[in-house]
């Protein structure tokens, strides 16, 4: 079964960075596409970033590009989520995503099908 495990969530201030993490248990994601996606609390589940096997396409929604940064490494076969200049509407629960077959997605990560549990971003105004 494909497990995927983020950390890095916590409580941070308007306007600090964070930096989550996200890796694979049980086998390797090191061809595989990855993203994040976030909830926030009486949302719809909404797409953060994507990125291919290799690192080289990222995509971003716009309410974070400029701001988050989405990278890969394949030899921890872990992807990150670098956060900056945070605000209260980025508190939301925060998903770790991969395909399980591709090892590229697109800007809305539609095809990413296997999920890690969640990690929670509060950000206090």
């Known amino acids: 079964q494909v497990q995927l495990v983020e950390s890095g969530g916590g409580l941070v201030q308007a306007g600090e960075s964070l930096t989550l993490s996200c890796a694979g248990a049980g086998r390797s994601f090191s061809t595989n596409a990855m993203g994040w996606f976030r909830q926030a609390p009486g949302k719809a589940r909404e797409f953060v970033a994507s990125?291919?096997?290799?690192?080289?396409?990222?995509f971003y929604s716009d309410s974070v590009k400029d701001r988050f940064t989405i990278s890969k490494d394949n030899t921890k076969t872990t992807v990150y989520l670098q956060m900056n200049s945070l605000t209260p509407e980025d508190t939301a629960v925060y998903y770790c995503?991969?395909?399980?077959?591709?090892?590229?997605?697109?800007?809305?990560?539609?095809?990413?099908?296997?999920w890690g549990k969640g990690s929670l971003v509060t950000v206090s105004s």
């Open positions: 990125i291919s096997w290799n690192g080289r396409q990222t």
């Open positions: 995503a991969a395909s399980r077959t591709s090892g590229y997605t697109n800007s809305t990560g539609a095809n990413l099908d296997a």
